[in-house]
């Protein structure tokens, strides 16, 4: 306790000192929650416990912009904005603030961090212990130059976006570790789309079939990367693709095994996908000898005042968690009863050599004026391994 009133004088102090010649507003959120849950599924039943407690003290003035949270007796994370001669400076402590803007987006780091953010209508420069970077505008020219610095290692974009004949031009060059140069380290990439992006090309040559950007979320899986697309239609609409990846010594080889084509069709609320995955490992007729595939359909319905949402897939493999060929059911319903709301999901995967049972019930209380309780069986999150258990939980929610 005496831990958590040190960092709250601290941070309102922070406040005051700031604020002491601004015209300002400071407010303070709170936010609790409690959940408990029992599992069922052991001849034992276990429980476990989780509380939280949120401290989210904010000010505005004319000038500057204060946030923070802070969990428990822990300053979660904080982010003070303020302006100086028309230079917008961002002040980070445990944020996810970093991300090049880049096409490629050159630098990403989704985890807290502290750092500075300087930012103009020319430039933005982010200083951080993982990465620092400046992005600057060239004059006359729409590019954009960015040059950043992480470990030891220097490495440059030069990115931008014309507009030819109405088409949509974007363009990125990137060279990492410039100062010992390896074409390994080198990407390019262009787009040219139709001005409403209806239909486009997107190609990437990287320097070699094992080039990686260190800190991008861009996965390079091949030397040439190229995408196509071409959507149609309204009522039904149709977008159509085509994903492939190859190099330069295997391009029959990789282009048979690596291709991908698709087809969305979306009408109101229905929606039918089809997708196929290499071509190489076609040997038949049946479905068991296409290679990797999916089939998937679906609706949105009302049923007695429940809305609800029913989709089946057949495909190899079948699910996330099961790489045979197989198929997948899903359904779930929802009905509101003023401050009372009912949502039930439930997902049935039926592999090759295996069955799976997904579901997951909750019965939620909104009528309270800042909080709410929910009763929940099972788990939601359907896309992982999480089969039913009988689990229920208890959770309270509450803010002021």
Same mark, same amino acid.
């Given at each position: 306790?005496?831990?958590?009133?040190?960092?709250?004088?601290?941070?309102?102090?922070?406040?005051?000192?700031?604020?002491?010649?601004?015209?300002?507003?400071?407010?303070?959120?709170?936010?609790?929650?409690?959940?408990?849950?029992?599992?069922?599924?052991?001849?034992?039943?276990?429980?476990?416990?989780?509380?939280?407690?949120?401290?989210?003290?904010?000010?505005?003035?004319?000038?500057?912009?204060?946030?923070?949270?802070?969990?428990?007796?822990?300053?979660?994370?904080?982010?003070?904005?303020?302006?100086?001669?028309?230079?917008?400076?961002?002040?980070?402590?445990?944020?996810?603030?970093?991300?090049?803007?880049?096409?490629?987006?050159?630098?990403?780091?989704?985890?807290?961090?502290?750092?500075?953010?300087?930012?103009?209508?020319?430039?933005?420069?982010?200083?951080?212990?993982?990465?620092?970077?400046?992005?600057?505008?060239?004059?006359?020219?729409?590019?954009?130059?960015?040059?950043?610095?992480?470990?030891?290692?220097?490495?440059?974009?030069?990115?931008?976006?014309?507009?030819?004949?109405?088409?949509?031009?974007?363009?990125?060059?990137?060279?990492?570790?410039?100062?010992?140069?390896?074409?390994?380290?080198?990407?390019?990439?262009?787009?040219?789309?139709?001005?409403?992006?209806?239909?486009?090309?997107?190609?990437?040559?990287?320097?070699?079939?094992?080039?990686?950007?260190?800190?991008?979320?861009?996965?390079?899986?091949?030397?040439?990367?190229?995408?196509?697309?071409?959507?149609?239609?309204?009522?039904?609409?149709?977008?159509?693709?085509?994903?492939?990846?190859?190099?330069?010594?295997?391009?029959?080889?990789?282009?048979?095994?690596?291709?991908?084509?698709?087809?969305?069709?979306?009408?109101?609320?229905? !929606?039918?996908? =089809? $997708?196929? *995955? /290499? &071509?190489?490992?076609?040997?038949? %007729?049946?479905?068991?000898?296409? #290679?990797? +595939?999916?089939?998937?359909?679906?609706?949105?319905?009302?049923?007695?005042?429940?809305?609800?949402?029913?989709?089946?897939?057949?495909?190899?493999?079948?699910?996330?968690?099961?790489?045979?060929?197989?198929?997948?059911?899903?359904?779930?319903?929802?009905?509101?009863?003023?401050?009372?709301?009912?949502?039930?999901?439930?997902?049935?995967?039926?592999?090759?050599?295996?069955?799976?049972?997904?579901? !997951?019930?909750? =019965? $939620?209380? *909104? /009528? &309270?004026?800042?909080?709410?309780? %929910?009763?929940?069986?099972?788990? #939601?999150? +359907?896309?992982?391994?999480?089969?039913?258990?009988?689990?229920?939980?208890?959770?309270?929610?509450?803010?002021?």
């Amino acid at each position: 306790m005496k831990s958590l009133m040190c960092k709250i004088f601290f941070v309102s102090l922070l406040i005051l000192i700031i604020a002491s010649n601004n015209l300002f507003a400071l407010q303070t959120s709170f936010s609790t929650n409690f959940s408990v849950a029992y599992d069922f599924s052991a001849e034992n039943v276990g429980t476990s416990f989780s509380t939280e407690f949120r401290m989210n003290p904010s000010a505005l003035g004319k000038d500057f912009d204060f946030s923070a949270s802070l969990n428990g007796s822990n300053l979660e994370s904080a982010r003070l904005t303020f302006t100086i001669e028309g230079a917008k400076v961002n002040l980070y402590k445990n944020t996810g603030f970093i991300k090049a803007s880049d096409p490629l987006v050159l630098y990403k780091y989704d985890s807290g961090k502290d750092g500075v953010e300087i930012q103009t209508s020319h430039f933005k420069v982010v200083f951080s212990d993982v990465v620092m970077y400046a992005d600057m505008k060239i004059p006359f020219m729409n590019t954009n130059l960015l040059f950043g610095k992480r470990d030891e290692k220097f490495d440059t974009a030069l990115y931008g976006f014309l507009k030819v004949s109405g088409l949509n031009v974007n363009y990125e060059f990137v060279l990492q570790d410039v100062k010992n140069f390896d074409i390994k380290n080198s990407v390019g990439m262009v787009s040219v789309a139709e001005g409403n992006y209806n239909w486009g090309v997107r190609y990437l040559l990287a320097g070699a079939t094992n080039t990686s950007l260190a800190l991008s979320p861009q996965y390079i899986s091949n030397q040439n990367i190229v995408s196509a697309w071409y959507k149609f239609g309204s009522q039904p609409a149709f977008n159509t693709y085509v994903n492939t990846n190859f190099s330069f010594e295997k391009f029959s080889d990789d282009v048979l095994k690596n291709t991908e084509v698709g087809m969305d069709i979306n009408y109101g609320g229905a !929606f039918v996908n =089809l $997708k196929k *995955t /290499g &071509f190489a490992d076609v040997t038949g %007729a049946m479905p068991t000898e296409w #290679g990797k +595939f999916n089939v998937s359909l679906g609706t949105t319905f009302s049923f007695m005042n429940f809305s609800g949402k029913f989709a089946y897939s057949f495909g190899k493999p079948a699910h996330n968690v099961v790489n045979t060929i197989g198929e997948v059911y899903y359904v779930e319903l929802g009905r509101s009863f003023g401050n009372i709301n009912l949502f039930a999901k439930y997902q049935k995967i039926i592999g090759y050599y295996e069955e799976k049972n997904f579901f !997951f019930g909750e =019965l $939620k209380f *909104t /009528g &309270f004026q800042n909080a709410d309780f %929910a009763i929940q069986i099972g788990n #939601g999150d +359907f896309a992982g391994d999480n089969p039913f258990k009988p689990v229920v939980a208890f959770k309270i929610n509450a803010w002021w």
